[in-house]
C-alpha cells in the first residue's frame, strides 16, 4: 500500500512551507565564499609584497644607527644588497 502522505525525498519540508529556504542559504553561502575568494584574489596583494632587498636595506640601516656594525662593514653589505640582480 503506498503512503498517501509522502512528499517523496524531500518529506522533512513537506507541510511546514519552509522548503525554499535551505536553497536560499545555500546560495548566500556560495555567494559569500565567491567574493570572499574574488576580494583576496583582487586586492593587489602580489603587488604589495615587501622587496626583500629593501627589508634587508632597512635592517643594515637599523644596525648601523644602532651601533652595532662598523662604517666599513655597513658599506660592505650594502653594496652587496644593492648589485643589480
Not at 627589508?55 to 655597513?74: C, H, P, V, Y
Request: net charge neutral; with cysteine.
Amino acid at each position: 500500500m503506498p503512503y498517501p502522505y509522502w512528499d517523496g525525498p524531500w518529506h522533512m519540508w513537506g507541510g511546514w512551507g519552509f522548503g525554499w529556504i535551505f536553497p536560499l542559504l545555500m546560495m548566500v553561502f556560495v555567494i559569500a565564499v565567491c567574493a570572499f575568494f574574488m576580494t583576496r584574489m583582487f586586492s593587489g596583494h602580489g603587488a604589495s609584497r615587501p622587496d626583500p632587498a629593501s627589508s634587508a636595506l632597512q635592517l643594515l640601516n637599523e644596525r648601523f644607527a644602532k651601533g652595532e656594525i662598523s662604517k666599513e662593514e655597513f658599506e660592505e653589505k650594502r653594496s652587496i644588497l644593492t648589485l643589480p640582480r
